[in-house]
């Protein structure tokens, strides 16, 4: 009888240890899948803070009022600072350095500020453009 309990006992814990396997799969997994989305999310605030950046080059070199001009410096200043992080990290990977997980967790706090910014910028250059084309 002993011998029957501690072979159920061992089955028990056998099939115990299995769900738990299992599920720890589970829980594993979506933290990666959270990272690629962050991953997929940076390169495309990156691309669009670098054509935000490239439009105002392009604008400077262009018939711009003295106040759009000023205008457009302060916003690519502030866009800069807000993405300083996003940049530390593209160049960081560029290198092949590596980067900690403590320091993509910094990144990623950054973004919604990034992300702002570069709106902002984006919104600046429409107007711009518009007032250029007329």
């Given at each position: 009888?002993?011998?029957?309990?501690?072979?159920?006992?061992?089955?028990?814990?056998?099939?115990?240890?299995?769900?738990?396997?299992?599920?720890?799969?589970t829980l594993v997994?979506?933290?990666?899948?959270?990272?690629?989305?962050?991953?997929?999310?940076?390169?495309?605030?990156?691309?669009?803070?670098?054509q935000a950046t490239?439009?105002?080059?392009?604008?400077?070199?262009?018939?711009?009022?003295?106040?759009?001009?000023?205008?457009?410096?302060?916003?690519?200043?502030?866009?800069?600072?807000?993405?300083?992080?996003?940049?530390?990290?593209?160049?960081?990977?560029?290198?092949?350095?590596?980067?900690?997980l403590y320091f993509?967790?910094?990144?990623?706090?950054?973004?919604?500020?990034?992300?702002?910014?570069?709106?902002?910028?984006?919104?600046?250059?429409?107007?711009?453009?518009?007032?250029?084309?007329?």
């Amino acid at each position: 009888m002993i011998a029957c309990l501690a072979k159920n006992l061992k089955i028990y814990i056998a099939v115990l240890l299995l769900s738990a396997l299992l599920a720890s799969c589970t829980l594993v997994k979506k933290p990666f899948e959270l990272k690629k989305h962050a991953v997929k999310y940076a390169e495309t605030l990156y691309k669009r803070q670098n054509q935000a950046t490239q439009r105002v080059m392009m604008l400077l070199e262009e018939d711009v009022t003295l106040a759009e001009e000023e205008s457009l410096s302060a916003a690519e200043l502030k866009m800069y600072d807000d993405c300083q992080l996003l940049n530390e990290v593209a160049n960081r990977e560029r290198e092949g350095k590596a980067v900690s997980l403590y320091f993509q967790k910094q990144v990623q706090n950054s973004f919604d500020a990034c992300d702002d910014s570069v709106t902002k910028m984006e919104l600046l250059l429409k107007q711009v453009d518009e007032k250029i084309q007329y």
